[in-house]
Nanobody
Framework: QVQLVESGGGLVQAGGSLRLSCAAS????????MGWFRQAPGKERESVAA????????YYADSVKGRFTISRDNAKNTVYLQMNSLKPEDTAVYYC????????????????????WGQGTQVTVSS
């Protein structure tokens, strides 16, 4: 069983920054492909970013490229999402997810491949 706990969400003005963290349980975190997703009211959950086991491989949705950075610290069992130049359309609940079963180093945007999810953290960007 893997537990994921997100933190760092909040209210920020457009143009501001936030850093989300996701702390994971489990002894083999360095073998989990990790991803960040978000879901706005009335919309489907969408991929934001993903990172490979080592952090050397990454994926970003077009909507966040150049503004968001995903990283991980395997010694701390934690994955991060640095969000800069935030826009009102970034407002959503942000979820981290782990793929512990497929064996793929980088899963990317494929939501169905992730088998563990956090409870989410709210990010609200005001205009």
């Amino acid at each position: 069983q893997v537990q994921l706990v997100e933190s760092g969400g909040g209210l920020v003005q457009a143009g501001g920054s936030l850093r989300l963290s996701c702390a994971a349980s489990g002894r083999t975190f360095s073998r989990y492909a990790m991803g960040w997703f978000r879901q706005a009211p009335g919309k489907e959950r969408e991929s934001v970013a993903a990172t490979s086991w080592s952090g050397g491989g990454t994926y970003y949705a077009d909507s966040v490229k150049g503004r968001f950075t995903i990283s991980r610290d395997n010694a701390k069992n934690t994955v991060y999402l640095q969000m800069n130049s935030l826009k009102p359309e970034d407002t959503a609940v942000y979820y981290c997810a782990a793929d512990t079963a497929s064996g793929a180093q980088l899963v990317g945007p494929y939501l169905e491949e992730y088998d563990y999810w956090g409870q989410g953290t709210q990010v609200t960007v005001s205009s």
